[in-house]
């Protein structure tokens, strides 16, 4: 079982930044894709963005192309770092991480490929 935990969220201006983190744990981590997916209330969990296990293939929504950057750790390969910059208020959602072992541009986009999921850290981007 893996165990993920994110940190980094919180309010932000519209145009402004954040950085989310997600570290996770447990012995069969080894191999896993991870995944930003985020929620807003009333609305579906979305795909926002996904890298390798080698973090040589990303993947990005088209509504954050270009804004947020996913990266990750090259030494462990155990903690994924979101970087958002010129914020929307359309960005404010709860953000959750996912690990799974899907591979490919379709199957990462989609959340029931993930097995594993962090709790959630909200981000709130005012207008």
């Known amino acids: 079982q893996v165990q993920l935990e994110e940190s980094g969220g919180g309010p932000v201006q519209a145009g402004g930044s954040l950085r989310l983190s997600c570290t996770a744990s447990?012995?069969?981590?080894?191999?896993?894709?991870m995944a930003w997916f985020r929620q807003s209330p009333g609305k579906e969990r979305r795909f926002v963005t996904a890298?390798?296990?080698?973090?040589?293939?990303?993947?990005y929504a088209d509504s954050v192309e270009g804004r947020f950057t996913i990266s990750r750790d090259s030494n462990t390969r155990n903690t994924v770092f979101l970087q958002m910059n010129s914020l929307k208020p359309e960005d404010t959602a709860v953000y959750y991480c996912?690990?799974?072992?899907?591979?490919?541009?379709?199957?990462?986009?989609?959340?029931?490929?993930?097995?594993?999921w962090g709790q959630g850290t909200q981000v709130t981007v005012s207008s």
């Open positions: 996912a690990a799974g072992i899907s591979t490919g541009r379709i199957a990462v986009k989609d959340a029931r490929t993930y097995t594993s």
């Open positions: 447990g012995r069969t981590f080894n191999g896993n894709t």
């Open positions: 890298i390798s296990w080698r973090g040589d293939n990303t993947y």
